[in-house]
């Protein structure tokens, strides 16, 4: 079956520190992936995703590619803020699945000033 | 305004009791999904539907009822509350077909004494 395998946390980080969650999958055929992030109190939303290999999905300083020989869609930003702590979520989304998305275990940052 | 509303937030309830979780989307996405989020265990999904009238059960649907009878709405009852089940509780909505990202609700929150 699918599944998702991300990085343990919890992960401290200083500000502007650099800063990579590694995440891996397993999955038949061309998956879509995501990164999730979840605020405090607040639901999931969408941080970035790329729907085939050598892919780049980029939003708000925050990057991962799609690399299908390494089955990994590891997250990366180049300087970290206070106000990126939060719990990061990576997924996978077969187009056979019936719409359901599997999800790795999340990974807590915390960023300290 | 668009978007995935929870209610209620925050529940309060004794063993024993039922209760309901409800889910609306304006956005007239065909999949609806509902996850539990526990410490621990990261995000389980329990009940998930593809349409209108059509349910499927997910990885923990045990003490759930779920029903779909309007596209928007996506109702989560719980017939017989026990400890078990205090959890943070998502819905969630979506499109098909590849890259189909999921909009998350802000949660409710539910402690079964």
């Known amino acids: 079956g699918n599944s998702v395998t991300q990085m343990e946390g919890p992960v401290t980080l200083s500000e502007e520190a650099f800063l990579t969650i590694n995440c891996t999958y397993t999955?038949?055929?061309?998956?879509?992936l995501f990164w999730y992030v979840q605020y405090p109190g607040e639901g999931l939303q969408l941080l970035l995703k790329?729907?085939?290999?050598?892919d780049k999905g980029s939003n708000k300083g925050f990057e991962a590619t799609y690399r299908k020989e390494t089955t990994s869609f590891h997250l990366e930003k180049g300087s970290v803020q206070v106000s990126d702590s939060a719990v990061y979520f990576c997924?996978?989304?077969?187009?056979?699945?019936?719409?359901?998305?599997?999800f790795g275990d999340g990974t807590t940052l915390t960023v300290k000033p | 305004d668009a978007g995935i509303t929870q209610s209620p937030r925050y529940k309060i309830t004794e063993t024993g009791r039922q209760v309901t979780l409800m889910c609306h989307q304006t956005?007239?996405?065909?999949?609806m999904f509902w996850y539990r989020q526990d410490l621990g265990h990261g995000l389980r999904l329990i009940y998930y539907s593809a349409a209108a009238d059509i349910t499927d059960k997910g990885e923990v649907p045990d003490g759930y009822v779920v029903s779909r009878s309007k596209t928007e709405n996506f109702p989560l009852t719980l017939e017989s509350a026990t400890r078990s089940q205090t959890s943070v509780y998502f819905c969630?909505?979506?499109?098909?077909?590849?890259?189909?990202?999921?909009?998350f609700g802000e949660g409710s929150r539910l402690t079964v004494l």
């Open positions: 956005w007239s996405h065909s999949y």
């Open positions: 790329a729907t085939k290999a050598d």
């Open positions: 999955a038949t055929g061309y998956p879509s």
């Open positions: 969630a909505s979506g499109k098909t077909g590849r890259g189909g990202e999921l909009f």
């Open positions: 997924a996978l989304l077969r187009d056979t699945n019936a719409g359901k998305s599997t």
